[in-house]
């Protein structure tokens, strides 16, 4: 499949532009593939963070067609045959050259949570839909958050608010409230009820859009929202 | 300056919830302010006589004042948190803040005056 | 060679509110949200600001019930339901999901909300022209 790769390029002392290289990659390949084709056709200089190329270790975030989207699992047939795919860095994060961005908002926010990192999720039974391995009757299955930061990057409330925790932190901290393992649960509370915590989110849910993964971080705002609330509002009655 | 940012102090707050409440209460408030204002007289618009005469009534008075408190209360809420979605620091929010409250009971003891005149004038 | 690269600082960006590349229907519904707020906003103010001409006299506040017969008032008055009905409507859906209740089902109220904007929009532009002589 012919593609053109239209790719943000900013290197430290010139303006940011766009360069648009064409690439041929297999029809079952991924966005990934596309990109690393243009920087091994065309420019060398191209800087982009990649890693383990199968959604697990979340390095490769970034915008195709103004979506956050995780190019090593995005396959190219979603955009076609000749179409051209405008790459950008994610949003809401300091650029530092071409498509790598300085992702310490990220580990800053998941530090301040407590890096709630592993979880018992649930212990999934099979009921027909998938068939397991052999010899395996159950299965557990842990975090979904693989810390990419697309959430991060689609908020509306990242955009203009440095101090807001945003969906990742929030999320991980519903999980860290369902199973502290030894975290300080009240200042979990103090962290989000706060005007920059929760109470920033207005709902947009752009951020279970952007999510690879299935975490849905609007959901778990929602039912934090409630779990507070419904905390604030017992022990205002004397609870 | 992100670190510093991110590790402010962090203080509980009720202005989500007061802005959830005061919002499911304008359902009712303003149904019933719309109804009451274009439902009853011909014509869909109360002239002088029939706004006298309406806010004459002690409990329609109550359910006008209580409307005009918490839409205020409700609009001001959320202009605070439009301003507050663009990260500003500490003392400038606890500024706005109070400079809202103020604005808000300004307009709401004007409002009280005016339906207090109202209905004074209206007598006479 | 090597060269330190200083990163530039994170930077607010309120345009990004009014950026709809890529957006989905949920950043639509807080676009809405926001737009239909300011403008209530200001029909507030507006709206008290007028009603003083109640305390200046009869003859002052049935003028104004005139112009506020004329045709182009009345649409104005449309768009003001307008912006209630978004704002209301899709208020509901927020407090809802931001208690908890509903939320695997927050997109399907989000087209409720819309649908029942728009007829009962039209409701009551028919209801403002019709009553309105």
Redesign the interface.
């Known amino acids: 499949m012919k593609l053109n790769v239209k790719m943000y390029r900013y290197k430290?002392g010139s303006e940011p532009h766009y360069d648009t290289f064409p690439v041929e990659v297999p029809d079952t390949g991924n966005v990934l593939d596309a990109i690393e084709r243009a920087w091994a056709d065309h420019d060398m200089s191209i800087m982009f963070r990649h890693a383990c190329h199968h959604a697990s270790c979340g390095s490769c975030g970034l915008?195709v067609?103004?979506?956050e989207k995780l190019p090593c699992v995005t396959p190219v047939k979603d955009y076609g045959e000749g179409a051209t795919l405008k790459i950008d860095p994610m949003?809401?994060?300091?650029?530092?050259?071409d498509l790598a961005v300085?992702a310490?908002?990220i580990y800053?926010?998941m530090q301040?949570i407590g890096m709630p990192i592993i979880r018992n999720a649930e212990t999934l039974r099979p009921d027909g839909t998938e068939p397991l391995p052999n010899g395996v009757e159950t299965f557990k299955r842990f975090e979904n958050c693989l810390e990419c930061g697309l959430c991060l990057s689609a908020c509306?409330?990242m955009?203009?608010?440095?101090?807001?925790?945003g969906p990742m932190a929030l999320a991980a901290a519903e999980r860290a409230l369902a199973e502290p393992r030894g975290l300080d649960a009240e200042r979990l509370y103090?962290?989000i009820?706060?005007?920059?915590?929760?109470?920033?989110c207005?709902?947009?849910?752009?951020c279970?859009?952007a999510c690879p993964y299935e975490v849905d971080p609007?959901?778990a705002i929602?039912?934090l929202?409630?779990?507070v609330?419904a905390r604030?509002?017992k022990r205002l009655l004397g609870g | 300056m992100?670190?510093k940012?991110?590790?402010?102090e962090?203080?509980?707050?009720?202005?989500?919830?007061l802005q959830a409440f005061t919002g499911v209460m304008l359902v009712v408030l303003l149904g019933l302010h719309m109804v009451v204002q274009h439902f009853v007289v011909k014509g869909g618009l109360r002239n002088y006589q029939q706004v006298a005469e309406y806010l004459s009534n002690p409990f329609v008075f109550l359910l006008e004042v209580a409307f005009l408190i918490i839409v205020t209360w409700h609009a001001l809420l959320g202009v605070r948190a439009v301003l507050?979605?663009?990260?500003l620091k500490p003392a400038t929010?606890r500024n706005w803040t109070a400079a809202l409250t103020v604005i808000g009971l300004i307009m709401i003891a004007y409002g009280i005056w005016l339906s207090v005149t109202i209905v004074s004038q209206g007598r006479v | 060679m090597s060269?330190e690269?200083?990163?530039?600082?994170?930077q607010?960006?309120?345009l990004?509110?009014f950026n709809l590349?890529?957006?989905?229907v949920?950043?639509w519904?807080?676009v809405v949200?926001r737009l239909s707020a300011a403008g209530l906003v200001l029909y507030l103010f507006l709206h008290l600001v007028i009603l003083s001409q109640l305390a200046v006299g009869p003859a002052a506040w049935d003028n104004f019930v005139a112009i506020a017969k004329a045709p182009a008032f009345l649409l104005l008055d449309v768009v003001l339901i307008i912006g209630i009905l978004a704002h209301g409507l899709n208020g509901i859906r927020?407090a809802l999901?931001?208690?908890?209740?509903g939320?695997?089902r927050?997109?399907m109220m989000l087209w409720i909300g819309l649908v029942l904007t728009i007829v009962f929009s039209l409701l009551s532009a028919l209801a403002i022209f019709a009553e309105t002589k």
Do not use: C
């Open positions: 430290p915008l067609n103004d979506q949003r809401n994060m300091p650029v530092i050259t300085d310490s908002p800053q926010r301040l509306p409330v955009a203009t608010d440095p101090q807001f925790l103090q962290l009820d706060d005007e920059h915590g929760l109470w920033r207005h709902s947009s849910f752009e279970t859009e609007g959901a929602m039912r929202k409630r779990k609330a604030k509002i | 992100v670190e940012q991110l590790t402010r962090r203080s509980s707050s009720w202005s989500w919830i507050f979605d663009l990260g929010e | 060269t690269v200083e990163p530039k600082p994170v607010r960006k309120p990004e509110w590349k890529g957006k989905r949920g950043f519904a807080y949200m927020l999901i931001g208690f908890g209740i939320v695997p927050q997109k």
